[in-house]
């Protein structure tokens, strides 16, 4: 066994152990645990939506239009006396699927790309920076309603668009990681130890790097699904009939003021997943990023 | 690139270096502006004509485009009409885009304003609060306050807001656009509830920021200089500490644009203000691909010179940044 194998085997053994306190340190705040349990509650109703839900999300009942809440429907009904309650639920679904996948899509993008830019540098980097700058220079909502009118309004053009939104942050997050790590001296072992580049990046640099990266992640995914509202609120996501908090946002604006329950639930499921997901997130960083708030 | 004698002045380094990358950036989005609606399934001139379909009118956009002639002529030819300010004809309306801009500009300016005015009393008068009251309930108070306001979406708070005060207790108007010019009071009523919504979420990142800052500055070795030359409490807070934490606030301020930006067409579609963001939707739902590329190309381009103003200003103030910048 190297030198260096063994430097690496004890940083690894290390970080199992600082992981494992880190895990306690969450635990015990409060704060983030009840934003995970939140944050878990929308996942299984997402995931378990046609069951959990009471009624069929789509299935008009003009009998029962714009009923306030009660115990037929909790959550009251809509304009075309839909449950308002199973399609939050339903809504809740597009809402995480947008949030994760989003996400996804940008660290499919980014992390590749910033490790490309933070290790060979010079050419490499200029160009990922100058397409970085590309990206930022148009604000969100900008890049989204362009690619809603190339490609047409739906939740799957939505997601690209937030994706793209968010891998700019994850490319620079991704660099700026990189070029701290490759300076490190079990990166040095590693490369005076014969490892390719593709061993030095996978195997030594993206793992220290995956803290950064998780912080990042939860800020992504909140800002996703607020995304995702504000592009099905405007028409660009989530085409009606099918339920999205922004769809049911949207319409309830024609009836606010004889059924203010349309317009009230819709906004209350984004704001406690968001938040949920803000808290988990900022117990996270806490816990993972001694440095304090990255953004 | 043209090489350019290099200067010796560090500062004038900064700026060319900053000017050059802005310059680039300003080209690659005319490229993708441009590529954009050529990426369009079918035929541009189908897209740029709009509703109107017939043989003849085709043939017009073809020629007002020059749509046959070879793709770079086509780009030199767009961005020579861009710099000129023309940037075509709407689909819709057949009159000029340029125009529509103009005529929706100050609507959004003014928007962008109020809330900017909004969220720097309130975020800097609540973070200073919360620093110096630290561990009180007042501190308390405002992180919540600061926690919810970056939770809520700014499309719902506006529709609570309506809800609340201009249809429960109906003080302002929920809807319409009438010129500063024409009726001022009448203007500001419909203008407050935009602004508060457009506002809020930038308000609860700058009491976040001036809090931290804040609190960084009170524990400063110069306050407890200042303390004990036997200034004020106010002179010390005011004089000494806010003043070393605006420099953070200023860059936060120009972090947030592009939400300030996308947020404005989302309160502008609530509200039903005639300004960039309803300029900007309505081209996407009438197929306005003219307007769309001027208006994408406008605030792209208004979005990189203010980034840059933000990054001269910041810089201005603070040499360490200018130094760790230029390394970049």
């Known amino acids: 066994m190297t030198t260096a194998a063994v430097a690496t085997a004890i940083r690894d053994m290390r970080a199992r152990g600082t992981g494992s306190a880190k895990l306690k340190a969450l635990r015990t705040n409060r ?16 995931l378990f939506a046609p069951l959990v839900a009471p009624y069929d999300p789509a299935r008009p009942d003009f009998d029962n239009a714009l009923s306030a809440p009660g115990w037929a429907h909790w959550l009251g009904t809509d304009d075309l006396g839909r449950d308002q309650l199973s399609r939050v639920i339903h809504g809740a679904r597009a809402s995480m699927q947008v949030g994760l996948l989003a996400v996804v899509l940008a660290f499919l993008v980014g992390v590749p790309l910033g490790l490309l830019a933070g290790y060979y540098g010079k050419v490499a980097d200029s160009a990922v920076s100058r397409l970085t700058d590309t990206l930022l220079a148009f604000p969100f909502l900008v890049l989204a309603v362009g690619l ?25 997050i991704t660099r700026a990681e990189t070029l ?52 099905s609120f405007l028409g660009l996501g989530v085409q009606p009939p099918d339920p999205s908090l922004g769809v049911m946002l949207s319409s309830a604006q024609a009836f606010l003021a004889p059924a203010p ?35 | ?106 609507v959004t300016l003014e928007l962008a304003a109020l809330s900017l005015l909004f969220a720097v009393v309130l ?48 003080v302002f108007a929920a809807s319409g656009y009438v010129p500063f010019g024409t009726d001022p009071l009448d203007n500001l009523r419909r203008m407050v509830l935009p602004a508060v919504v457009l506002g809020s979420g930038l308000a609860a990142v700058v009491m976040r920021q001036t809090r931290a800052a804040m609190l960084d500055s009170l524990s400063a070795d110069y306050i407890r200089t200042a303390r004990a030359k036997g200034l004020s409490r106010r002179e010390v807070i005011g004089g000494h500490a806010l003043r070393n934490s605006l420099v953070t606030v200023v860059t936060v301020l120009g972090l947030q644009l592009g939400h300030l930006i996308s947020g404005a067409v989302v309160t502008e579609q609530i509200f039903v203000l005639p300004g960039f963001g309803k300029l900007t939707i309505d081209a996407v739902f009438t197929r306005d691909y003219a307007t769309l590329q001027g208006v994408v190309l406008c605030t792209s381009a208004a979005y990189i010179l203010i980034n840059l103003l933000v990054d001269v200003a910041y810089s201005a103030i603070d040499p360490r940044i200018r130094l760790g910048g230029a390394a970049r």
């Open chain 1, 148 to 172: 809603a009118a190339v490609l047409g309004p739906s939740l799957t053009n939505a997601t690209i668009a937030i994706g793209i939104a968010q891998t700019p942050a994850v490319i620079r």
């Open chain 2, 1 to 106: 690139m043209m090489k350019l004698p290099a200067p010796r002045n560090p500062m004038a380094a900064y700026l060319l270096t900053r000017l050059r990358q802005c310059v680039i950036t300003l080209i690659l989005v005319s490229v993708v502006v441009f590529a954009g609606i050529r990426a369009l399934p079918g035929d541009p001139a189908l897209a740029l004509a709009g509703e109107e379909r017939s043989p003849e009118a085709l043939a017009a956009i073809r020629a007002e485009y020059g749509l046959d002639d070879n793709i770079v002529i086509q780009y030199g030819r767009f961005v020579g009409h861009a710099l000129t300010g023309d940037l075509g004809t709407s689909s819709r309306t057949g009159l000029p885009v340029s125009d529509a801009i103009a005529e929706a500009l100050p």
């Open chain 1, 31 to 46: 704060l983030a645990m009840t934003g995970a349990v939140i944050a878990a509650v929308f996942v299984l109703a997402a």
């Open chain 2, 123 to 170: 975020g800097i008068g609540a973070g200073v609060v919360a620093a110096v009251r630290r561990g009180r309930p007042e501190e308390w108070l405002a992180n919540a306050v600061a926690l919810l306001g970056l939770s809520v979406p700014t499309f719902w708070l506006g529709i609570v807001l309506v809800l609340g005060f201009a249809i429960a207790v109906p």
């Open chain 1, 180 to 231: 701290r790590l490759a300076h490190a001296d079990y990166v040095a072992a590693a490369v005076a130890n014969g490892g390719g580049d593709g061993t030095v990046l996978l195997r030594h640099i993206l793992p220290n790097a995956t803290s950064a990266l998780i912080v990042q992640a939860t800020v992504g995914i909140p800002s996703a699904i607020i995304g995702e509202a504000m592009l």
């Open chain 1, 261 to 295: 329950w349309m317009a009230v639930f819709p906004g209350l499921a984004i704001v406690a997943a968001t938040l949920a997901f803000n808290l988990l997130g900022d117990g996270l960083r806490d816990v993972l990023d001694p440095r304090g708030g990255t953004r």
